[in-house]
């Protein structure tokens, strides 16, 4: 399985992107996808997952703003960021497991075995 981010770049406050993740390989095997985040200096952090048909969470600063989705047909995961702020501004990367987690699993990075390669979001104020 392959992951391969897309859609960052440099957007003002209140601005919106929409970030694409094509996942190829054994797709079919993927339950949980999701996305993390890096800022410098920072350590990865959690920004929202979907657990196969089970539903999503989403990490607090981002909830309300945030929405993850999957087009299984399109083997696509999206990112669509609204209300973007300079905090926000980091490296996001795709993930994906093929565990069905539950909700308390999704947090932590070292659960999936397949990450994207990134792409950059820079928010400016």
């Known amino acids: 399985v392959q992951l391969q981010a897309s859609g960052g770049g440099l957007v003002q406050t209140g601005g919106s992107l929409r970030l694409s993740c094509v996942v190829s390989?054994?797709?079919?095997?993927?339950?949980?996808v999701g996305w993390f985040r890096q800022a410098p200096g920072k350590e990865r952090q959690f920004v929202a997952a979907?657990?196969?048909?089970?539903?999503?969470t989403y990490a607090d600063s981002v909830k309300g703003r945030f929405t993850i989705s999957r087009d299984n047909a399109k083997n696509m995961v999206f990112l669509q960021m609204d209300s973007l702020k300079p905090e926000d501004t980091a490296v996001y990367y795709c993930?994906?497991?093929?565990?069905?987690?539950?909700?308390?699993?999704?947090?932590?990075?070292?659960?999936?075995?397949?990450w994207g390669q990134g792409t950059q979001v820079t928010v400016s104020s």
């Open positions: 993930v994906g497991t093929v565990q069905h987690l539950i909700v308390s699993s999704v947090y932590e990075p070292t659960t999936y075995e397949y």
């Open positions: 390989g054994r797709t079919s095997s993927i339950d949980t």
């Open positions: 979907r657990r196969g048909s089970r539903g999503t």
